[in-house]
Every structure is written in C-alpha cells, then in structure tokens.
C-alpha cells in the first residue's frame, strides 16, 4: 500500500526557515516525481514545484523559486522541502503528492504556522 | 506564466441538480487537465485527468470536457457527499497550476 508519511506541525518565528520530510512507503520515490502543493483556505491550492528523487531535477514555480528548495534521500525514500525567510504568508498546510495522469497519491499534509 | 481561472468562485446546489463549473486557461494546454475534489480537512482527490477521463473509483455522475483553453467539470445528479471545493490543474508541463477553485455547497 503506497503512504506518504509527512512530519508533524511547526511553529516558526518570521525570518526563520523550516525543512519539512514526506517519508514514502509501498514504493520507490525514484519511480515518480514528488511534487508539493500549499493549501491556504482563503487562497486555494498553489502548486510549489517538483523534485524528481532519481536524479534530483527540480522544477519550481515562478513565486516560490527563491523560497522553496526540494531534496530528496533515496536512502530512507523520503523527500524533503525546506522553506527559507518565513513570513505570515507561509503559514499554510503544505502537502507532498506523487501525482501522474492515472496515480494520485497525497500526505496527510503538515500546518506550518509562522507566528512572533 | 499560465494562469488558471475558475468559475463561479462558489455556488449553491440542491440534491439531484446538475452543475458546470468552468476553467480557462490564459494560453493552450490542449488535454493537460486535471480536476481535484477537496473537502475540509482533506488532501485533495484526483476526479478527472487528461481533461475527461475519470480516475479509478470516482463516481460516473462526474464527467469533464474541453479542449484548450476552456475546460467543465460536470456532476449530474449532485449527492450531499459531493460538497467540496474542486479545482482544476495545468498537468504534464510545469508549471503544474491550479486554478482558483470552486466551492459547491448543498442547499
């Protein structure tokens, strides 16, 4: 059974940074692109980008190209995202998903909250 | 960059009503189109891919179309269950963007 286990909530204060992990299971992570998604209630979805774990290519979107960077360990099948110079703007609820045209798989999401 | 814009932003619907939501794309995506189902508290689900071809296990009473620019969800019959917000995706090419997002709410 594919599960996308991600890391608990944080709480940060603004100007700091934040890694948060999606641990993948019943499959390999070099098998698909791990993409990352916001969610903010009164905003929608944003896609953020994606890292393909088998080589490490990354693809961002244009808003989130200094603020967002993906990793990924093959070792432990996990995928990281690291988001740097927190603002109020970033406390969201931020999923992984290893999503195709025919697969859809999510985390559970973590709540980032960045608060002074 | 594309930009993906929905309509209605939200609308209000009884039991057994048919919907259609829209999605417009600023330049041509062809069928690179996805639709997402997100109820509160939920990651979001895959519905629809490649424009109009229903995903594993999602109900028939959803249908999408479209072609280029300008895309429908379609649910005939809507069930109290399908109260959410949907969304549509550029797929396939990155910018993978979504759209705005429709709230359908049951009367």
């Known amino acids: 059974e594919v599960q996308l286990q991600q890391s608990g909530p944080e709480l940060r204060r603004p100007g700091s940074s934040v890694k948060l992990s999606c641990k993948a299971s019943?499959?390999?992570?070099?098998?698909?692109?791990m993409h990352w998604v916001k969610h903010r209630p009164e905003h929608g979805l944003e896609w953020i980008g994606w890292?393909?774990?088998?080589?490490?290519?990354?693809k961002y979107a244009q808003k989130f190209q200094s603020k967002a960077t993906l990793t990924a360990d093959t070792s432990s099948n996990t995928a990281y995202m690291q988001l740097s110079s927190l603002t109020s703007e970033d406390t969201a609820t931020y999923f992984c998903?290893?999503?195709?045209?025919?697969?859809?798989?999510w985390g559970q999401g973590v709540m980032v909250t960045v608060s002074s | 960059n594309i930009v993906m814009t929905q309509s209605p932003k939200s609308m209000s619907i009884s039991v057994g009503d048919r919907v259609t939501m829209n999605c417009k794309a600023s330049?041509?995506?062809?069928?690179?189109i996805a639709w997402y189902q997100q109820k509160p508290g939920q990651s979001p689900k895959l519905l629809i891919y490649?424009?109009?071809n229903r995903y594993t296990g999602v109900p028939d009473r959803f249908t999408g179309g479209g072609y280029g620019t300008d895309f429908t969800l379609t649910i005939n019959s809507v069930q109290a269950e399908d109260a959410a917000f949907y969304y549509c995706?550029?797929?396939?090419?990155?910018?993978?963007?979504f759209g705005g997002g429709t709230k359908l709410e049951l009367k």
């Open positions: 995706q550029r797929i396939y090419n990155s910018p993978w963007t």
């Open positions: 490649y424009a109009s």
């Open positions: 019943g499959y390999s992570i070099t098998d698909y692109l």
């Open positions: 330049q041509n995506v062809g069928n690179n």
């Open positions: 998903a290893s999503i195709t045209t025919t697969r859809d798989y």
């Open positions: 890292i393909d774990p088998e080589d490490g290519e990354t």
